[in-house]
C-alpha cells in the first residue's frame, strides 16, 4: 500500500476540527486524522507493506521550467529569487513534523527524492513492485498508474474515507472514456485548475477522451492535426496545431516518473521493538490518545496476518 502522505493529511486537517489539541494547545487534527486514516486503510485492506511516500519537492524546478504556472497559485509570496515554498495553514504547517515522527516510530516507512514529488515516488514503486499494489490519494493524476494486469489500483479518497472508491481499469472506461495509459495524455488535453495545468482551449473532458479513443494516444492527435488528409475536424485540428508547444511540454508534467532510484527502505508492516517507547512518548506529548492507538493495534494486527500464498 502506497500512500500520498500530504494527500492524505491535509484531507484530515480540513475533515477535522482544528480544536483538536494537544495538552500544551498545540493543534493534532492532522495528525490524529492521519492515523485514523492509516488504521482504518490496514485494517480494511490488509496490506503487506505500507509505504508513507513524501513530497521532498511539492514543485519541482524542472516541472516548473516546462510549465511555469504549474502550482503556482501555491506558492506563497516570498522574496524574489527565494525558493518556493507552498501555501499550508500554519496549524498545519507545525504538524509535519510530528507525522514524521509518528511514522517513523511505527516502523511505516517514509520515501521522498530531492526534486520529486510524491507522485513519482508511487509511480515507480507502482511500475517496479513484484505483487499487487493499492495506491492511496486524492489526486487524479495517479489514475495513470492504474493496471489490472498488475494488480495496481487507486483506492481514491476524494469523497471521503466513508465513500472510497476504488479505480481500476474499467472504472476509468466507465468514468472518463479513457484507459490508463490514456490518462496521463487526457489530464494535458483536458487541464487541471488545480495544478495550475490550462489544458488546450476549447477542449473539455468530453472532447479530450473522444480524441483520445479516435486517435489512440497524444502523439496519434498530434500526428493527425498535422495532416490535413485525417478525419480530424478543422475545428479541433486548429486548437490542437495552437497548442502544440504546451502539449509537448505538459505530457512530461503530467507523467509520473517510473524508473527512480530510491533510497533503500524496508515496506514491512512492523513496529519496532526500539519504537514502542518511543510511541508511549508520542502519546503523551501529543495527545495522540485513541487515534495512536487504533493504528498500533491494526498494524500489530497486520504484523500477525499469514503471509499470502
Not at 492527435?221 to 498535422?226: M, N, S
Not at 507523467?255 to 502519546?283: K, M, N, Q, T
Request: glycine share 10%; proline share 6%.
Amino acid at each position: 500500500m502506497l500512500l500520498d502522505t500530504a494527500a492524505l493529511y491535509f484531507r484530515a486537517f480540513h475533515g477535522i476540527p482544528d480544536t483538536v489539541r494537544a495538552p500544551d494547545g498545540s493543534p493534532v487534527n492532522a495528525v490524529r486524522g492521519l492515523l485514523d486514516m492509516i488504521a482504518r486503510l490496514v485494517t480494511d485492506f490488509q496490506p503487506t507493506g505500507l509505504v508513507a511516500c513524501w513530497d521532498d519537492d511539492w514543485r519541482p524546478q524542472w516541472r516548473v521550467d516546462l510549465i511555469p504556472g504549474y502550482k503556482a497559485h501555491r506558492v506563497a509570496e516570498l522574496v524574489p529569487g527565494g525558493p518556493d515554498v507552498e501555501v499550508v495553514p500554519d496549524l498545519l504547517v507545525t504538524q509535519v513534523p510530528i507525522i514524521a515522527e509518528v511514522l517513523t516510530a511505527l516502523g511505516i516507512a517514509v520515501v521522498g527524492l530531492p526534486e520529486y514529488e510524491a507522485d513519482d515516488i508511487i509511480g515507480t514503486l507502482a511500475a517496479t513492485a513484484a505483487g499487487p499494489v493499492d495506491v492511496v490519494t486524492g489526486d487524479r493524476d495517479l489514475f495513470q498508474v492504474v493496471d489490472d494486469s498488475r494488480g495496481v489500483r487507486v483506492i481514491y479518497t476524494a469523497r471521503g474515507m466513508s465513500n472510497l472508491e476504488i479505480i481500476t481499469d474499467g472504472v476509468l472506461r466507465s468514468k472518463y472514456g479513457v484507459t490508463a495509459a490514456q490518462y496521463a495524455d487526457f489530464a494535458a488535453l483536458r487541464g487541471d485548475a488545480s495544478d495550475g495545468l490550462p489544458g488546450v482551449a476549447g477542449i473539455g473532458e468530453k472532447t479530450a477522451a473522444s480524441l483520445l479513443a479516435e486517435f489512440g494516444t497524444l502523439d496519434g492527435l498530434i500526428q493527425a492535426a498535422a495532416d490535413s488528409h485525417t478525419a480530424l475536424s478543422a475545428r479541433a485540428r486548429e486548437k490542437i496545431r495552437a497548442a502544440d508547444d504546451y502539449l509537448a511540454r505538459a505530457r512530461v508534467v503530467v507523467a509520473v516518473a517510473r524508473d527512480l532510484e530510491l533510497p533503500a527502505f524496508d515496506a514491512g508492516i512492523r513496529i519496532p521493538d526500539a519504537g514502542r517507547d518511543e510511541i508511549e512518548r508520542l502519546r503523551a506529548r501529543w495527545g495522540l490518545g485513541d487515534s495512536l492507538g487504533r493504528a498500533v493495534t491494526a498494524l500489530d494486527r497486520a504484523a500477525q496476518a499469514p503471509s499470502p500464498n
